[in-house]
């Protein structure tokens, strides 16, 4: 374990880069370069910061997380999915293997899909992510959504909003009408349950309507 | 995860000296350029990488794909994989780089992996990725348990008695049949490194698996003008059909003229501890007809110097059946 996390380099310490974005002892010690929170810092006062748990060494970075400004405080190394699920609460997006390998924690970022997990919060300042909760409400649902409950597309529902997630991105990428490239670009996303066919079926439902 | 100063530079050149106070910027570095972090953070989640400085790269400028003046293809480190596989002038020039990307993770995976990552990828064997154990890439001197444990997926060609760990990159054997060329900008200024020269054996440091130096940055990667009428293959064997490294992956670049070939480049995946290309399967398909016997002639060659661990035998055969076919099905296109 080291305790130090900069033992070895030089003394910048985090907290100094971080915290004190924009001083001079950190913009000298490191010609051109910023640390992440340099723009929101600087353009945001303390008060406009979310009101967040007092963890030390938090960074600000601001996410437009579906359509709302988040301003936020997290630890640099809070993912992507750790901060929509436990600091902006939305919890519809799932945290399954934490390493890149089953999907259910697939967002939108930019209009893209990618696993949430594998993602720095601090990466994304600035960037407009969409989760499930963005999509529809239980009165109106997005008709991805609308046709997992028409074709039965889920068995325990763990996986679900990364399938969902996944396949929404799917209308607008490259994708040929049979079945089989349906599977080629959903194969990141794991259903133990085994529900691939109702799955497969709905996304192709939507396809055809689209 | 342990925690990091996290850095996000104006440009390569701040980028760079951020970088070069590393003490290496092979595996144990204290510093890590971040791009898309599905290899990094991954790794950084199981303690393998422990970096005390993170240098976000994704706002620089070197995601485009542009034409360079010889006829070739310039490539930025940052552009995603998907985007990348679904470049038109890739597609229809460089089909085989395509077809690699695409056989590759997936679609979520892609469009977040970069060329510059791609090009890093680190291996997936089992003994590498859990620090319960020993394993001599990551704890020079500790020993390879996977030569006497679980070595399925693992390495027959470019092996040692130190480290029989697969590079598990699609990207890296196109790159190879295409001679792509490595762009790296460091502290002493900027060089041009052959794909082939890039990657290492694991020889007596394992630890150590491409060229690159404290402070190096990719910045782009460069294909020379696409060779006329070649037809090109990328076939990947896996345990599943989607989402899983090769077991044995072969692509090919070949031009045919009356039946006889006339340009080949060769190179295999899954198999070897870096990007596998085999100069002499291009030697036995040059000049020769373009039927089966010969390409499974070209096949043989290529895994002559093939060692098999306890597990991974069939590999071997795999590999060739897999060049074999990747050849036939290029000839017939």
């Known amino acids: 374990m080291r305790d130090d996390p900069q033992a070895g380099l030089s003394n910048l310490s985090r907290r100094t880069f971080l915290s004190a974005a924009g001083s001079s002892a950190a913009a000298a010690a490191i010609a051109g370069c910023a640390p992440t929170s340099n723009r929101s810092a600087a353009r945001g006062s303390p008060e406009a910061v979310a009101e967040g748990p007092n963890i030390e060494g938090a960074v600000p970075v601001t996410l437009r997380i579906n359509g709302k400004e988040q301003r936020l405080l997290v630890d640099l190394r809070t993912t992507l999915l750790d901060c929509v699920r436990e600091t902006v609460a939305l919890t519809g997006t799932k945290k399954g293997c934490d390493h890149g390998q089953c999907g259910a924690c697939t967002v939108h970022v930019n209009g893209r899909r990618v696993n949430s997990c594998l993602s720095l919060a601090l990466m994304h300042d600035g960037e407009e992510i969409t989760t499930i909760e963005g999509l529809g409400t239980p009165d109106a649902l997005h008709p991805m959504q609308a046709a997992f409950v028409a074709f039965d597309g889920y068995q325990c529902g763990y996986c679900t909003s990364g399938q969902i997630m996944s396949a929404v991105a799917l209308l607008k990428e490259p994708c040929g009408p049979d079945d089989a490239e349906v599977k080629e670009l959903m194969s990141g996303n794991i259903c133990r349950c085994g529900a691939y066919p109702n799955i497969v079926a709905a996304i192709q439902q939507v396809r055809r309507n689209v | ?333």
């Open chain 2, 1 to 333: 995860m342990h925690t990091f100063e996290f850095i996000r530079p104006e440009d390569s050149a701040a980028a760079v000296t951020a970088a070069a106070q590393t003490k290496t910027a092979q595996q144990g570095a204290d510093v890590r350029f971040l791009a898309g972090g599905t290899t990094l953070l991954d790794l950084m989640k199981l303690n393998v990488e422990t970096p005390a400085r993170l240098i976000d790269i994704n706002r620089l400028p070197l995601a485009k794909v542009e034409a360079t003046p010889d006829g070739g293809l310039k490539i930025g480190a940052t552009i995603r994989n998907s985007d990348l596989a679904h470049h038109p002038t890739v597609q229809r020039d460089y089909a085989v780089l395509s077809q690699a990307i695409l056989a590759g993770a997936s679609a979520q995976l892609r469009n977040m992996a970069t060329t510059a990552g791609n090009l890093l990828q680190r291996t997936r064997c089992m003994y590498f990725r859990d620090t319960a154990m020993p394993c001599n890439k990551r704890e020079p001197g500790t020993g390879c348990p996977a030569i006497t444990g679980s070595n399925r997926t693992l390495a027959v060609l470019g092996t040692s008695e130190n480290c029989i760990a697969t590079n598990p990159s699609d990207m890296n054997v196109a790159m190879a049949v295409l001679e792509a060329t490595v762009h790296v900008q460091g502290p002493k200024g900027s060089r041009a490194v052959p794909i082939g020269e890039f990657h290492l054996l694991p020889g007596r440091t394992p630890q150590r698996e491409t060229v690159l130096e404290p402070g190096d940055l990719i910045t782009h990667v460069t294909l020379p003008p696409p060779i006329a009428g070649s037809k090109q293959v990328y076939l990947k064997l896996r345990d599943r059909a989607s989402y899983e490294f090769a077991l044995a992956s072969a692509a090919v670049v070949i031009t045919v003229a009356g039946g006889t070939v006339t340009w080949a480049r060769v190179a295999l995946g899954g198999v070897g501890t870096k990007p596998w290309r085999s100069p002499e399967a291009e030697a036995a398909l040059v000049g020769q007809m373009a039927n089966v016997p010969n390409f499974r002639s070209a096949a043989e060659a290529a895994l002559r110097g093939a060692k098999p661990q306890s597990e991974n035998a069939f590999k071997i055969e795999l590999a060739k059946r897999c060049l074999t076919h990747a050849l036939q099905t290029a000839a017939m296109s």
